[in-house]
Each structure stands twice: as structure tokens, then as C-alpha cells.
């Protein structure tokens, strides 16, 4: 879920720094400037740094390679949106911030060496209705932390624009992480938007520049997802309300072990529903008693809260329909809808969604 206000890196211990690199990914063949993503991973991995590197969906489609690779070697994947899209422009002027992240999703998520997309605005461009929108697609949220901010940056694109070298970059770098002591640190492996840019960055000589003197004055590392504060929202369970499309809501009965109705006038103790994220578009529902929300025989019937665990029943497909509205698909094809004369959640809907499959969801 997307907070209002942008993450950072102030939680971390004094002398504790967690590398960042935005844009990429990249390479340029043969010697000289130019991006080099993986060079940059794989030094890095050679000094025991696992660092993030927040890519752009449409340079990561083009580079699957790099991202297994930097999996493998401990590195950290995270979402920077598809086109490098500057998120409150794009939501004024019709853009698609949804689109953005889940176009990227697509691409990234299967390297993500974490069960949580990491996110990061182009520009660190961000507000709260951005929150707001992102959080209203169960698709583009679940599962997700951001906006991840960071707290030290001494603009290293700016200095592969003006034809700065890598040293004196690199003692910029130095001043900057001195004056703040502790912190998440902005890098670009690549530039998203100015091919110029592009073609002259040298971040990897930057980095061999950089990291020795950062060692040898006692400077420790942390990969992001071991930021303590971003820790702890990561912790957080995501708990929905589902209101269907008579006005109820989905209500475990006894708070779940048995049938479920859509029958709840508002939300009390029994509605409120825990969504586990199981792998790319799948969850599974809980009940606040732990039990799981489950289609009996796998679709067709009845649904009950009486899931121990979840096995071949209990996984849906989400499917967002945007304006906090969702379906869910079980295995067997059949959506969850409900009876209009028992108000029973039932799973008999077969191939389309229609009025009684579509459940609003709110966060409790």
C-alpha cells in the first residue's frame, strides 16, 4: 500500500548507508562511457554490497538478463513506472499511473528477490492522490511499499551532463553522505530521458571511486528492504472490506469457520478480510479468524470460511476493475458472487463478470 508522504532511509543506524541506482537498467558494449548495469551489480556483489537498482519497465523488457543476474548476485529490483511517467502530470493530464506501475510489475516481478514491490517515482514526484489512485487498483498496491524516497544525493547525472569526472563526482558523493551520516543514496545506472546523459555515464567508475573510501571509514551497508522503517510497513497486513453491489458486505459468519453472507450492514468485527498475496495476479482471503475464504471443490458451489490453509481451493484470481472495485476468479473459472434470495456467498458465475461478481473494497 502507497503512503501519502515519500519513504526514507532515517532509520537506519549512524555510518549505515543503502545504495539506490534509478533508470536502468543498461550496458554499452566495449570500453568507455555509457550505462553498465550488471558491471555495476557485479562490482558491487564483490564488496558484499547488495543494493537496489529501481528500473524502468520499457529498458527491463529489453534486458531480462540483467535483472536475473542481479537477482542472483543479492541486488534488490524495484519498480521506477514503465515510461519514466512523472505520476501528478500524468494523473492531470489523463495519463495512466495504474498502467504505469503494472505494465512494470509485469515485467520485473518474477526478479524481485523480495515478496514486496518496492516502488520509486521518476523525479520524486509524488502527492497524496497519487496515493490514492494507485491504492484504488488491489492490483497496483497490494503487495507494494512506496513512495521510496532517499535522503542523500549529489546528482550524479548532472555531473555526466556537464563532463565531470567520475573522482570528482565521487568526492561530492563523499561531502554529502559526511554532512547527512546515515541515509538511502540516489544514484542513476542509466538515464531514463536524455539520451545525452545517457551516453556519458561513467556511475560504475563513480562507484570503484566511491566505495573504498566509504569502507575504509567504517561505512556499513544495507540493502533497502532492510531499512527499518520500510521494514515495518511492509509488516502490515493488507485488511479490505468487500461491499457488494446490494450495498452489504462479505461477512464470514462467526467471523469465519463456516458459511459466508453478503448480508453485513456496515463493518464490524466479522467483515473485515485479509488478503495474502500467493504469486503474480493470485491471492487468497482470510477471515479474522484465520480461516480461509474458500470455493468448495474449487468453484461451482458455495464459498465458506473454513480454510485451514491454503491448498488447491483457497487460491482467486484477483482481477481489478479500477474505483476500488474487484472480482474474483476461482480455479475452476467461476467468480464469486452471491444468492440473491440467501445472500450466501456462492462461487456460480461462469466466464463473465456481472453486476452481483463485482465487490467494492475499502481498507480497514
Not at 71 to 94: C, I, K, R
Amino acid at each position: 500500500m502507497y503512503q501519502a508522504a515519500p519513504v526514507s532511509g532515517q532509520s537506519l543506524p549512524p555510518g549505515t548507508l543503502s545504495l539506490t541506482f534509478d533508470d536502468g537498467p543498461g550496458q554499452t558494449e566495449g570500453p568507455g562511457p555509457g550505462p553498465r548495469t550488471l558491471e555495476l551489480g557485479q562490482y558491487l556483489a564483490g564488496q558484499g554490497i547488495r543494493a537496489t537498482f529501481f528500473m524502468v519497465g520499457k529498458f527491463a523488457s529489453d534486458l531480462p538478463d540483467v535483472m536475473i543476474q542481479l537477482e542472483q548476485l543479492g541486488h534488490l529490483v524495484g519498480n521506477h513506472t514503465y515510461d519514466h511517467a512523472n505520476l501528478p502530470d500524468s494523473l492531470t493530464f489523463g495519463g495512466d499511473p495504474v498502467g504505469q506501475v503494472t505494465r512494470t510489475d509485469a515485467v520485473i516481478r518474477n526478479w524481485i528477490d523480495s515478496p514486496v514491490v518496492y516502488m520509486r517515482p521518476p523525479y520524486g514526484a509524488w502527492g497524496p492522490e497519487v496515493a490514492a489512485t494507485l491504492n484504488a487498483n488491489l492490483t497496483a498496491s497490494l503487495s507494494h511499499v512506496g513512495p521510496i524516497n532517499w535522503d542523500i544525493d549529489a546528482g550524479d547525472w548532472d555531473c555526466w551532463r556537464g563532463g565531470a569526472t567520475p573522482e570528482s563526482c565521487a568526492a561530492g558523493y563523499l561531502k554529502a553522505i559526511n554532512t547527512a551520516g546515515r541515509g538511502i543514496v540516489l544514484m542513476h545506472d542509466c538515464t531514463a530521458d536524455q539520451d545525452v546523459v545517457k551516453r556519458a555515464n561513467r556511475t560504475l567508475e563513480l562507484i570503484q571511486s566511491l566505495v573504498p573510501v566509504l569502507q575504509q571509514g567504517g561505512y556499513q551497508f544495507a540493502r533497502l528492504d532492510d531499512v527499518p522503517e520500510i521494514v515495518a510497513l511492509t509488516q502490515a497486513p493488507t485488511r479490505i472490506a468487500l461491499r457488494a453491489t446490494n450495498g452489504l458486505y462479505m461477512s464470514p459468519q462467526g467471523g469465519g469457520g463456516g458459511p459466508v453472507l453478503v448480508n453485513g450492514p456496515a463493518v464490524g468485527p466479522w467483515e473485515p478480510i485479509t488478503v495474502e498475496d500467493l504469486y503474480v495476479g493470485k491471492v487468497a482471503l482470510r477471515s479474522t479468524n484465520g480461516d480461509y475464504i474458500s470455493p468448495q471443490g474449487g468453484g461451482g458451489a458455495d464459498v465458506l470460511a473454513n480454510g485451514p490453509m491454503v491448498g488447491d481451493w483457497e487460491p482467486l484470481d484477483l482481477i481489478s476493475l479500477g474505483g476500488n472495485r474487484v472480482a474474483f476468479r476461482s480455479i475452476t473459472g467461476h467468480f464469486l458472487d452471491y444468492d440473491l434470495a440467501t445472500a450466501r456467498l456462492t462461487a456460480t458465475s461462469w466466464l463473465t463478470i456481472q453486476a452481483q461478481t463485482i465487490f467494492t473494497f475499502e481498507y480497514v
